[in-house]
């Protein structure tokens, strides 16, 4: 939360930030990251080992198609 708080801060769009702490839901999560992302966008993934962010990654890789 403290990166996202940050970049807010920063200057950041708000509706630009999206910040998700739950651990288990990939699909959910990798949902919720597509449904933002446009062309062009960089994405910064912060996660600690637990929570397997290879699933999400190959979520968003799978699902984005703006590529």
Do not use: P, W
């Not at 769009?13 to 990939?26: G, K, L």
């Not at 890789?61 to 703006?66: G, M, P, V």
């Amino acid at each position: 939360l403290d990166i996202a708080d940050g970049a807010i801060r920063s200057g950041m769009s708000q509706d630009r930030v999206c910040s998700i702490t739950d651990r288990e839901d990939a699909e959910r999560i990798g949902s919720e990251l597509v449904s933002r992302l446009r062309k062009g966008d960089t994405v910064l993934f912060k996660a600690s080992r637990s929570v397997r962010l290879e699933r999400i990654v190959a979520y968003v890789k799978e699902h984005f198609t703006n590529i």
